[in-house]
T-cell receptor
């Protein structure tokens, strides 16, 4: 089936540790996105990529890093510089750069600091 | 900059009653507007979107929304609530200028009472 796969579903991070969330899509979409969701705050954009080997910071990029080496993959690394990383992380993709295109979401990953 | 305001973080209706979830947007250019639904621990699913065609947009599960430029609103409605409609609903905006990623409201949690 076509879709967006995020892994792992649940992840625990120790203080000072970097962790990477995986996002893979087989929809042949050019654009990919990472959002963070906290209770009562909706979704906030971390990073987005309109094309392979290019990405832009969103509203809350500090403490996060991404890469886009392949069209189907857009991993997110939560670094030790992110002081409050506990949240629900959502990866998404869309077919192209037009803003009228639908953005499709994965099932999300929970990250908890222990 | 674009923004979305969702009035009411929690809305409760009786089964069979009208559902009205409010969304107001701010955008200096013609917007594209979206409504998404999220069930617990899951990603977001598109309900409907406005892309400058018809101002009354029909979506899945009996939902519809009307774009009113004069009121900068895009409220979501459903004539008769069903228990399965209980979820969190997000309004989002984007445009063809600047950042081509969705900006979300803070969400409205819909409860449906039997």
């Amino acid at each position: 089936d076509g879709g967006i796969t995020q892994s792992p579903k649940y992840l625990f991070r120790k203080e000072g540790q970097n962790v990477t969330l995986s996002c893979e899509q087989n929809l042949n979409h050019d654009a990919m996105y990472w959002y963070r969701q906290d209770p009562g705050q909706g979704l906030r954009l971390i990073y987005y990529s309109q094309i392979v080997n290019d990405f832009q910071k969103g509203d809350i990029a500090e403490g996060y890093s991404v890469s886009r080496e392949k069209k189907e993959s857009f991993p997110l690394t939560v670094t030790s510089a992110q002081k409050n990383p506990t949240a629900f992380y959502l990866c998404a993709s869309s077919i192209g750069a037009s803003s009228g295109n639908t953005i499709y979401f994965g099932e999300g990953s929970w990250l908890t600091v222990v | 900059a674009q923004s979305v305001t969702q009035l009411g973080s929690h809305v409760s209706v009786s089964e069979g009653a009208l559902v009205l979830l409010r969304c107001n947007y701010s955008s200096s250019v013609p917007p594209y507007l979206f409504w998404y639904v999220q069930y617990p621990n899951q990603g977001l699913q598109l309900l409907l979107k406005y892309t400058s065609a018809a101002t009354l947009v029909k979506g899945i599960n009996g939902f519809e929304a009307e774009f009113k430029k004069s009121e900068t609103s895009f409220h979501l409605t459903k004539p008769s609530a069903h228990m399965s409609d209980a979820a969190e609903y997000f309004c989002a905006v984007t445009s063809d200028t600047g950042r081509r990623a969705l900006t979300f409201g803070s969400g409205t949690r819909l409860q449906v009472q039997p």
